[in-house]
């Protein structure tokens, strides 16, 4: 079965933001603590408590269990908590963000830019800054808290098996500026000395190539479940009907086999930094 996401944006002030805000004022107030005391409590200015209370920040999950305690909300406001984490994504890569979350394998086809997983910090805020329409800054702010907490997956243990078939264009195209590009190509040979990471290159010069359709994403699951996620402009379907999972497996294959092997990637990574 293919699911399409088709669902709707959490707007600021809307949706499960806007009723975990309103739920921790309500809690707040029963407690009869001012904005002040409760930040004093949890690590938080008062503007910050604000800001959760109207939707307008998401906030952490470590807040959201410490409201929930010193507040006695008992268990209301954390068992929020996994939805209002999902609206740090835009709606088109929540349902893969989770899946990605709990993935014992996972492998990356990419094309257009440094994938998520792998971005260094500067690179991605870059990446948001570019976005069109263009994004207000506490959006950028939110993606880039999501996106780097995404990069927990390379503590995780047991330690996934995480893969990557980059185009060699990513690397030539300096996203950011001199200086955050080669942040991000160190950042990259840092993530590739990982035992259960491998970074391959595709290289310009081949005369043939099976990814010609465009990026995509495999994931396996604990209970074997094989999934893939597809994403453009902002448009993104999750197949789990077993043979399109093949399809793009098979094409994964073809791709690690045309492409670099890791070694000759890190290489080729290494020479881009000795030239600039």
């Known amino acids: 079965m293919d699911v399409e996401v088709q669902q709707p944006e959490y707007e600021f002030g809307t949706g499960i933001l806007y009723v975990f805000g309103r739920q921790l004022k309500l809690f707040r107030e029963r407690a009869g603590m001012d904005r002040a005391k409760l930040g004093s409590l949890t690590g938080y200015s008062a503007s910050t408590i604000a800001s959760f209370e109207q939707a307008r920040r998401i906030p952490p999950p470590k807040f959201i269990d410490q409201a929930d305690e010193v507040l006695g909300a008992g268990g209301v406001l954390s068992a929020s908590k996994e939805e209002v984490a999902r609206a740090q994504y835009p709606a088109f890569f929540r349902d893969a963000a989770k899946l990605e979350a709990e993935a ?125 996620y597809a994403e453009v402009q902002g448009d993104s379907r999750v197949h789990t009907e077993r043979q399109r999972v093949r399809e793009l497996e098979r094409t994964y294959g073809t791709l690690r086999a045309q492409a670099h092997t890791p070694a000759e990637s890190r290489a080729l990574i290494e020479k881009l930094l000795g030239e600039r």
Do not use: C
């Open 104 to 228: 014992v394998v996972l492998h990356v086809y990419a094309t257009q830019a440094v994938p998520g997983l792998l971005q260094a910090e500067e690179y991605a805020r870059a990446v948001f800054a570019m976005w069109r329409p263009q994004l207000d800054e506490e959006v950028v702010e939110q993606r880039l808290t999501a996106r780097l907490a995404r990069q927990e997956i390379f503590s995780r243990r047991p330690a996934p098996h995480l893969s990557f078939v980059i185009e060699e264009a990513v690397l030539l195209r300096p996203l950011g500026g001199e200086a955050v590009w080669r942040g991000q190509l160190e950042h990259l040979m840092l993530i590739a000395e990982r035992r259960n990471v491998e970074i391959q290159m595709m290289p310009l010069s081949r005369q043939e190539h099976a990814g010609l359709a465009g990026p995509f994403t495999l994931m396996e699951m604990k209970d074997g479940r094989r999934i893939a």
